[in-house]
């Protein structure tokens, strides 16, 4: 990997931290306006809407114009929002404007590593981003938490007589991090646009979205890869919670103690995408599919856990499980996307895709939780799904061989 690669990494890091502190921050500033409590949920909600109403359009932004630009654009959003949020804009609408910026810098991130890098780097380069999201994920978690302690923004602002909430002070460094961020996107390479627009108006951006859309899903590679990615985030996002609930009911931690327990998948992740990265070609990904089946066995044996240590040991295992056949699919993803239409708008596709599946599963977990179910009994369906599904798939890409 060269110096251009590294400084995609860096600035990506750095916008995936703001991100991360940016939740703890805005669910503080909810809590000081005292908002309903249902704003917090429909906080991320906020955000995630974004990626599906302008999936049609940020794909092919991040395809007409250098992506370095594109993500240097992007994170100015993000910083626009974090502004919006500091002075007395709702929480809730100043998020959603950080949700539109990510949206965009989504296809942009991974869409320059086709462009940037040879077809026999993208696996490695993608356990490498997956490794600094990952990373980012946790010391988001861990900074944004200290930042909005009253106590640490006061002794910090004491010396400079300021008076300021915890939660308006923790805006502030994050919109630092996005400055950075940005800076370090003007020094990203430029690659020369390979899939330029014949048109920009709006309704050739919806044809040409839908296009890629069905293209993707028709190609035997792009609907797999689609599929195992699809269903991983969607799981993911619902398995976050479903952690949490269980960890509470079951083993009788309190929240705070709950929400380290993602830490420990987090890590998994890593370590799964690093071996994934050393271990897996390209042209093997599909290899890795199987592993998707053992995640969720491993996910319906956490029913039955009761002792703290055996579900560390689990929830590390579900990690690597996951970051170990993600990694691959995405890989194979972005290459065919690149092949067919363009990296940014294969990613657009993907992203469209992912959030509605996080839409999708956590209503039904919302709704099995309405309905009564326990805890437990909860994890079982929910494991049992995502090995059936992936089971569901291996069998489809089989089929689509012959």
Request: charged content about 10%; aromatic content about 12%.
């Amino acid at each position: 990997m060269n110096r251009g690669f590294y400084t995609i990494l860096i600035a990506q890091f750095l916008s995936a931290l703001a991100d991360n502190a940016l939740l703890f921050a805005a669910i503080a500033l909810l809590m000081e306006l005292d908002s309903p409590s249902w704003h917090t949920p429909v906080l991320q909600q906020f955000f995630v809407v974004s990626y599906i109403a302008l999936a049609p359009f940020v794909g092919a932004f991040a395809d007409a114009f250098p992506k370095g630009r594109v993500m240097f654009i992007s994170n100015s959003i993000k910083f626009i929002g974090c502004l919006a949020m500091l002075f007395g804009a709702p929480p809730l609408y100043a998020y959603g404007i950080v949700g539109l910026g990510a949206a965009a810098y989504s296809p942009a991130k991974y869409g320059i590593l086709t462009e940037f890098l040879p077809p026999e780097k993208l696996v490695v380069a993608n356990s490498w981003m997956e490794g600094a999201t990952v990373a980012a994920i946790v010391l988001g978690a861990i900074i944004g938490g200290i930042l909005i302690k009253p106590a640490f923004a006061q002794h910090l602002l004491s010396g400079l007589s300021i008076e300021m909430s915890a939660a308006k002070f923790a805006i502030i460094a994050v919109t630092g991090l996005y400055i950075a961020a940005a800076i370090f996107n003007l020094f990203i390479p430029r690659v020369e646009i390979d899939h330029k627009l014949p048109k920009k108006n709006p309704f050739f951006l919806l044809h040409d979205f839908w296009h890629a859309f069905f293209l993707l899903w028709r190609d035997p590679q792009g609907q797999i890869s689609l599929a195992v990615t699809t269903l991983f985030w969607g799981a993911g996002a619902t398995l976050r919670l479903v952690v949490l609930a269980w960890a509470v009911l079951a083993l009788g931690f309190d929240l705070s103690q709950a929400t380290q327990l993602m830490v420990v998948v987090a890590l998994g992740i890593a370590v799964g995408s690093v071996i994934a990265g050393r271990y897996i070609a390209l042209d093997q990904s599909v290899k890795v599919l199987p592993t998707g089946i053992m995640m969720g066995i491993v996910v319906i044996l956490m029913s039955l856990v009761t002792d703290w240590r055996i579900a560390i040991f689990l929830l590390f295992i579900i990690g690597a499980l996951g970051g170990f056949f993600v990694v691959p699919m995405n890989a194979l993803l972005q290459h065919r996307g690149h092949l067919l239409m363009g990296a940014g708008h294969s990613i657009a596709v993907q992203n469209f895709n992912e959030n509605i599946s996080i839409l999708i599963l956590l209503g039904g977990y919302a709704m099995m939780v309405k309905a009564g179910l326990h805890i437990n009994t909860i994890t079982a369906i929910f494991g049992a799904f995502v090995s059936l599904t992936m089971w569901v798939i291996l069998r489809r890409y089989r089929k689509v061989l012959k």
